[in-house]
């Protein structure tokens, strides 16, 4: 009995931050991610989606700390937690075509907040895949990170990741 109060106790002191879908589609383990620097965990541990439309909303309340200037990435954050969301595999080089921001740095984002639109059938046809990795890139305050099991996710509706603080 003891043990049990203290094992609730402490499971009550770690927090939890929800990360919800930012896109809706098809999730993918992050070593499945066909860019080693997302699939090895070089820049963190996340997860990833491969999206059925192109529009990315904000997986919570926080505030955008990067924009990228081509549009294919940002950063953002909540209670303190870095997430970097970066829309297809090496879309860099697109230099911002097909990609059009909502947000800036700096500006406050509520979940479900429209942050950036992208064209899916540019993209594709000029040949860079649109899985987008979600990843935490400082670890540092993270206790750990649950996954969804889900095989689909719906943008603002499913939860992504639960992120212990």
């Known amino acids: 009995m003891i043990f049990k109060i203290f094992k609730e106790k402490k499971e009550a002191q770690n ?31 996340g997860i990833a989606i491969e999206p059925s439309e192109g529009e990315l ?30 829309v297809g595999i090496d879309t860099v080089k697109l230099k911002g075509e097909g990609f059009r921001l ?26 860079f895949s649109l899985i987008t990795p979600v990843i935490i890139p400082d670890m540092k305050r993270v206790k750990g990170i649950i996954k969804t099991d889900k095989k689909n996710v719906i943008k603002g509706v499913d939860v992504l990741l639960e992120v212990i603080l």
Do not use: C, W
């Not at 993918?28 to 541990?45: A, Y």
């Open 15 to 45: 927090e939890k931050l929800e990360v919800f879908a930012s896109l809706t589609g098809r999730v993918l383990d992050i070593e499945n991610v066909p860019d080693e620097v997302f699939s090895k965990k070089m820049l963190g541990d």
């Open 102 to 127: 909502y947000v800036n740095e700096g500006d406050a984002v509520k979940k479900g907040q429209l942050l950036l639109t992208f064209d899916k059938e540019l993209i594709f046809n000029k040949g």
């Open 57 to 86: 909303t904000s997986p919570f309340d926080g505030k955008v700390k990067q924009v990228f200037s081509t549009g294919h990435a940002l950063v953002l954050e909540s209670r303190g937690i870095p997430f970097l969301i970066h």
